[in-house]
């Protein structure tokens, strides 16, 4: 089962654990100290005087030793539950690229959109290897709101949510972006410029009928999936999912993955896509934050 919000739970309740645990290793410190100390205190005279001194020594050595084990356990054990709960990364995207920029590279370096049933919270997508994964792009959706996943996929992919937009209500759209190739291609920096002639194209078919056009609204899911000429996977995820993807935070743009020692080669796999439209704010954090 999924906890909304569950990643920011257990870095609070761990917080909270760990505190407690640091100040009883400070009173089995203090505690102990003061036998070892007391011990020395009581020694009367200089009869067994060495053995005595000996036998503190190796209790302070016994001590520190188990003071170094147990930290050293809490320690790995918090460097592990980090390491897995990070299992995203967060891009801004470049003052040069808008929405309808981004959403003509990813159209064309081969990225699946994904349509949650009636639901238009958000804009998502998935990497071309889960383009035809149904059963795994639900898994990604449910992972993403708290889900962990302990089974290691054969394919590996990644999900990316847009920044919520407000649905501009409805509109005529037009098909010109459908002229847009979908074929999987690498765009370089010197490409940007027909890119950017794409995306007017998308752009201008995203329009509303907003009677004030110096304040362009952004686009929903839904005029999206008007002229998205795409592979689109439709899926019903649990009411519960559906309601922790419309409260997750995501400031511009999230890439979550299953686990996270597939976050770094799905990360660069996607900035080398999109290199020139937007940057790297976080390398690793939680879908939580």
């Not at 001590?63 to 891009?91: H, N, P, W, Y």
């Not at 590279?105 to 383009?131: E, F, K, Q, W, Y």
């Not at 409260?247 to 996607?270: G, H, M, N, T, Y």
Request: with cysteine; aromatic share 4%; charged share 20%.
């Amino acid at each position: 089962p999924q906890v909304r919000r569950g990643m920011s739970h257990v870095g609070r309740r761990f917080c909270i654990i760990a505190q407690g645990f640091v100040e009883n290793l400070c009173n089995l410190l203090e505690s102990r100290l003061d036998e070892c100390t007391s011990e020395l205190h009581n020694l009367n005279g200089s009869e067994g005087l060495r053995s005595e001194l000996l036998k503190s020594y190796r209790s302070f050595q016994r001590l520190f030793q188990e003071i170094r084990e147990r930290s050293s356990k809490a320690v790995g054990f918090s460097r592990m539950l980090r390491k897995e709960m990070q299992i995203a990364a967060d891009f801004t995207r470049l003052a040069s690229c808008d929405e309808a920029i981004l959403l003509s590279r990813l159209l064309d370096t081969g990225h699946a959109l994904v349509h949650v049933t009636n639901s238009t919270c958000r804009i998502m997508l998935v990497s071309p290897s889960l383009a035809d994964s149904h059963e795994h792009v639900l898994k990604l959706l449910d992972i993403a709101c708290g889900r962990a996943e302990t089974e290691r996929w054969s394919v590996e992919g990644y999900l990316l949510l847009l920044a919520q937009t407000t649905s501009p209500g409805p509109s005529q759209h037009g098909s010109a972006f459908s002229s847009v190739s979908s074929t999987t291609t690498i765009v370089n920096n010197s490409e940007t410029a027909a890119a950017t002639a794409d995306a007017d194209t998308f752009k201008s078919s995203l329009s509303t009928d907003s009677s004030d056009s110096t304040k362009p609204m952004p686009p929903s899911i839904s005029s999206v999936l008007n002229v998205w000429s795409g592979p689109v996977i439709e899926v019903e995820p649990a009411k519960e999912t559906v309601h922790a993807l419309a409260e997750l935070p995501v400031d511009d743009v999230k890439l979550v993955v299953s686990q996270s020692a597939s976050l770094s080669a799905c990360r660069q796999i996607f900035h080398h896509l999109v290199t020139d439209l937007v940057e790297v704010t976080l390398e690793t954090t939680s879908t939580d934050h």
